[in-house]
């Protein structure tokens, strides 16, 4: 199995990029003609525990997909705050694991590639209080702050394989935003 991250920050443009990614794996040549699953680490976090669910993804998605098993999860209900409903990870050539700390050094002598989703902060917190409303604000605050912390010690961006413009702005090069990516230089 071959794992690909999808990290960077909240409202970087995360999930977008990587359910074009896991439709792009699916129809590649030899694939099976089906998007690849995807696994989005907002399923495990939560606003009370932006990052130490790691464990939990490990122990019922990782391990038993790098063991040759289908993974189980039970999706964390953002509106509920409480567990919500069972999901199944199936086994395949290729999995996405997609959302903020995803290319964790944890995980990252086992990942294929680890793509870095960069844009700017007041983009990102825009769409987030788009998604979330206004009231949420210190709640993104508070996250984004988690967030700083994460990327400076874990040096995600550094270890990327792949940077990405989430939000290429009116200087980008023209493309198909459905189709294609603007890559970033190294940083």
């Known amino acids: 199995m071959r ?6 920050p909240g409202g970087a443009g995360k999930s977008t990029f990587a359910a074009r ?11 099976q003609g089906q998007a690849v699953p995807v696994v989005h680490t907002d399923d495990f976090a939560s606003w009370d525990n932006t990052l130490d669910w790691w464990p939990r993804l490990e122990q019922q998605v990782l391990r038993p997909l790098g063991a040759g ?3 189980r999860f039970q999706r964390y209900d953002w509106e509920r705050r409480a567990p919500a409903e069972w999901h199944e990870v199936p086994v395949a050539g290729a999995v996405v ?4 700390s995803s290319a964790r050094r ?11 989703i960069e844009t700017g902060r007041g983009v990102r917190l825009r769409r987030g209080l788009e998604r979330d409303g206004e009231q949420a604000r210190p709640l993104w605050d508070a996250w984004m702050a988690d967030e700083d912390r994460h990327f400076a010690d874990d040096g995600t961006a550094l270890r990327a394989d792949v940077r990405v413009a989430g939000d290429p702005g009116p ?3 023209p493309h198909d935003p459905d189709a294609a990516f603007v890559r970033l230089s190294p940083p």
């Open 3 to 8: 794992l690909v991250a999808v990290d960077g």
């Open 21 to 31: 990614l896991a439709v792009a794996l699916g129809t590649a040549p030899g694939a």
């Open 69 to 71: 098993r289908p993974g």
């Open 97 to 100: 694991l997609e959302g903020v």
């Open 106 to 116: 944890a995980v990252a002598s086992r990942l294929s590639c680890a793509v870095w």
């Open 171 to 173: 200087g980008a090069p």
